[in-house]
């Protein structure tokens, strides 16, 4: 596999930065969306809630 991959002509390293990135951006996207649900339980309106069940 090694030799396989050593003959392609364009190769990128892959470094910790690119893992940190990837788990940042995830963990942004995860505390905006909780974030969000949860504001918006938050300010519903519990009345409406019980009349529609």
């Known amino acids: 596999m090694s030799r396989w991959l050593n003959d392609f002509v364009y190769r990128i390293e892959l470094g910790a930065g690119i893992f940190v990135l990837a788990i940042a951006i995830t963990s942004i996207i995860a ?4 974030g969000y649900r949860s504001l918006r339980a938050a ?3 519990p ?7």
């Open 31 to 34: 505390v905006l969306t909780v």
């Open 43 to 45: 300010l519903a309106n």
């Open 47 to 53: 009345v409406k809630s019980l009349r529609s069940e």
